[in-house]
């Protein structure tokens, strides 16, 4: 059973900078793509940043494109999600997700999620 748990989630200004990290458990992470999705209040959830199991693919969703970073040490069994210049519209409840189609953008694509961490953006 793949475990997800996410951190590092908080109050920020328009313009800083933020890392959310997911800690994974389980067997054989190297072969879990790790997606991460986003949802704000009276919105669906959406898509934000996709990687692959050894990290070499990733998928953007526009709204983040060239503000965000994916990344992934799987010796440490973590996976990250780097944040600049972050805007009001980004306040959302970010959660981590793990499957096996590779750095794919749909959530039913991920049968595994965490329990979510909160990122505020103040104007």
């Known amino acids: 059973q793949e475990q997800l748990v996410e951190s590092g989630g908080g109050l920020v200004q328009a313009g800083d900078s933020l890392s959310l990290s997911c800690a994974a458990s389980?067997?054989?992470?190297?072969?879990?793509?790790i997606g991460w999705f986003r949802q704000a209040p009276g919105k669906g959830r959406e898509f934000v940043a996709a990687?692959?199991?050894?990290?070499?693919?990733?998928n953007y969703a526009d709204s983040v494109k060239g503000r965000c970073t994916i990344s992934r040490d799987n010796a440490k069994n973590t996976i990250y999600l780097r944040m600049n210049d972050l805007k009001p519209e980004d306040t959302a409840v970010y959660s981590c997700?793990?499957?096996?189609?590779?750095?794919?953008?749909?959530?039913?694509?991920?049968?595994?999620w965490g329990q979510g961490t909160q990122v505020t953006v103040s104007s």
């Open positions: 997700a793990g499957g096996y189609n590779a750095a794919s953008t749909y959530a039913d694509d991920y049968p595994y």
């Open positions: 389980g067997p054989t992470l190297s072969g879990l793509a």
């Open positions: 990687i692959t199991g050894i990290g070499y693919g990733t």
